[in-house]
């Protein structure tokens, strides 16, 4: 069974800046795609950023703020956000395409306020 661990997530201020890991219990292709979501309270899970072998996609939301990123030697895919907002508050998923199985892991909650 597939398992996403998400970490790093916690209280920031706005302006400042937080890197979330994804530990998967399996080492990933580089061609499996992985990438972050998140969900805020009230509202539905949006994607944040994709990451294929050879591309990147990101919401317009945090387009030139955040950046993904991938070790698969580590089993592990990062997120680092900078310049957050307090609209950026929410619970962030990762995503990991195994094969053909999409697996999430169970979030780690973003708190962006003074």
């Known amino acids: 069974q597939v398992q996403l661990v998400e970490s790093g997530g916690g209280l920031v201020q706005p302006g400042g800046s937080l890197r979330l890991s994804c530990a998967a219990n399996?080492?990933?292709?580089?061609?499996?795609?992985m990438g972050w979501y998140r969900q805020a309270p009230g509202k539905q899970r949006e994607l944040v950023a994709l990451i294929s072998k050879s591309d990147t996609e990101y919401a317009d939301s945090v387009m030139g703020r955040f950046t993904i990123s991938r070790d698969d030697a580590r089993n592990t895919h990062y997120l680092q956000m900078n310049s957050l907002k307090p609209e950026d508050t929410a619970v962030y998923y990762c995503?990991?395409?195994?094969?053909?199985?999409?697996?999430w892991g169970k979030g780690t909650l973003v708190t962006v306020s003074s």
């Open positions: 399996v080492r990933p292709f580089s061609i499996w795609p």
């Open positions: 995503y990991l395409r195994v094969g053909s199985t999409d697996t």
